[in-house]
């Protein structure tokens, strides 16, 4: 499967890159969320993997954009620093899980692949 990593912090994002290419994934990743919804496309990418807190463009409005762009996009949330007003607004826009850092990592490969069969 094709996935999108958005997430400000580098390391996070190479590592997590890592981790799912091990699996047999292809992924990319994006430093910004402007770069993210800019180079978003569903037929090229069948999950977004998105931090909720950068500069610029957050993670929120990037899902909010991604979803315009592509109702049924399949959005993880992973960050961080989550605040309750965040997590209710991308509960909204349907994410398909939020996993907070350090997130553990059988979980979040065994929600990709749940995901994977059913998209």
Same mark, same amino acid.
């Given at each position: 499967?094709?996935?999108?990593?958005?997430?400000?912090? =580098?390391? /996070?994002?190479?590592?997590?890159?890592?981790?799912?290419?091990?699996? @047999?994934?292809? %992924?990319?990743?994006? +430093?910004?969320?402007?770069?993210?919804?800019?180079?978003?496309?569903?037929?090229?990418?069948?999950?977004?993997?998105?931090?909720?807190?950068?500069?610029?463009?957050?993670?929120?409005?990037?899902?909010?954009? =991604?979803? /315009?762009?592509?109702?049924?996009?399949?959005?993880?949330?992973?960050? @961080?620093?989550? %605040?309750?007003?965040? +997590?209710?607004?991308?509960?909204?826009?349907?994410?398909?899980?939020?996993?907070?850092?350090?997130?553990?990592?059988?979980?979040?490969?065994?929600?990709?692949?749940?995901?994977?069969?059913?998209?």
């Amino acid at each position: 499967m094709r996935i999108m990593i958005v997430d400000d912090n =580098i390391d /996070a994002a190479e590592s997590l890159s890592d981790l799912l290419e091990l699996e @047999g994934h292809q %992924v990319e990743i994006f +430093l910004s969320g402007d770069s993210a919804v800019t180079a978003y496309d569903g037929d090229k990418f069948k999950m977004v993997m998105m931090d909720l807190k950068m500069p610029g463009m957050s993670g929120v409005e990037a899902i909010r954009q =991604i979803k /315009a762009i592509d109702k049924n996009a399949s959005v993880i949330v992973i960050s @961080g620093n989550t %605040v309750l007003e965040d +997590l209710e607004e991308v509960s909204e826009l349907g994410i398909k899980a939020l996993f907070r850092k350090p997130y553990d990592v059988n979980e979040l490969i065994h929600r990709i692949h749940q995901e994977s069969l059913s998209g």
